[in-house]
């Protein structure tokens, strides 16, 4: 509980081990939110935030048969049942030999089935298991698409733009399905963000189409979604807010 009888809100974000779920985890984490998190890799042991270790869920979201299995660990560990913030931010952009684009030609039927289910399909089923606690929590679910979702982009595969693109239709799904029962949802589509799923070559790209002229920082990610998931935002439902320095006019 925070101080007096303010009840301590708990957020459940993937792929928090770096770039922009790290800098959620850090900013949520500062703001007095419990965080929960999950990803592949156990807890790393240079975290310096204390409770870490604890809060954290290792898990792979391709295995899509073991969501329930994830979701009744989060179930768990929830204070009171209410789940206020649910961030899916894991996401793979798989890429071939020498970091080459995966196009249509070079993407097989484990490229597109990996994508999907870590992008794309993880998500709604996590959504699906965690509805009593989301709706207990009046919790606001936010969904990291891409660019790659709404135009062609040079690193970008094919079956990654099509599992962004697919996400942001899943947002709407779920703020027109949920958003009577209290729960809003909503997407965040970044640009170039200076994290490790850049590409060789992006400083070109964003020297030659975005307008701001540099890299986004994943803390200016982090900041809109605390905005997705605070009241500022309470009629705010079913959108995707573009961060990315105008690349996309
Ligand atoms: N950086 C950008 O410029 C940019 C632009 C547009 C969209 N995005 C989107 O933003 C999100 C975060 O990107 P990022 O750049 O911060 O990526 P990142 O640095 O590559 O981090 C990805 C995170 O997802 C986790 N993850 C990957 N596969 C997973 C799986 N199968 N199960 C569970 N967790 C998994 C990773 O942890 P483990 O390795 O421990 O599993 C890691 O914490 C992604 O959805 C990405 O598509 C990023």
Redesign the pocket.
């Known amino acids: 509980m925070m101080s007096g009888d303010q009840e301590q809100r708990v957020m459940l974000l ?10 959620t985890v850090k900013l949520f984490q500062s703001r007095g939110w419990r965080v929960l998190t ?4 156990p807890f790393d042991e240079r975290c310096a935030w204390p409770a870490a270790r604890m809060a954290h869920i ?6 899509i048969g073991k969501i329930d299995e994830l979701a009744a660990e989060v179930r768990r560990r929830l204070p009171n049942g209410k789940l206020h913030a649910l961030v ?6 798989p890429k071939g030999p020498d970091r080459s684009r995966l196009g249509v030609a070079q993407s097989d039927a484990a490229v597109w089935t ?1 994508v999907l ?3 794309l399909v ?1 998500t709604s089923l996590l959504v699906r298991a965690l509805l009593p606690e989301l709706e207990a929590g009046q919790g606001s679910i936010v969904n ?5 979702g709404v135009r062609v982009h040079p690193f ?1 595969g094919v079956a ?1 733009a099509c599992s ?1 693109a697919a996400l942001a239709a899943l947002t709407r799904e779920f703020a027109h399905e949920f958003g009577g029962r209290g729960i809003r949802a909503n997407a965040i ?10 590409s060789p070559g ?1 400083d070109e790209l964003v020297r030659q189409e975005v307008p701001m002229g540099r ?2 920082d ?1 803390m200016e ?1 982090a900041e809109t979604i605390h905005f997705l998931c605070s009241p500022a935002s309470s009629y705010v439902n079913g959108t995707e807010i573009h961060i990315n320095g105008g690349q996309h006019v």
């Open positions: 993937t792929g928090a081990s770096r770039g922009i779920g790290h800098a999950v990803s592949r890799q290792q898990a792979d979201l391709a295995d899916n931010n894991a996401g793979i952009s990996q289910n870590v992008n993880s990291v698409t891409s660019i790659a970008a990654y962004k589509a970044p640009g170039e963000i200076d994290t490790s799923i850049l992006t890299l986004g994943p990610v």
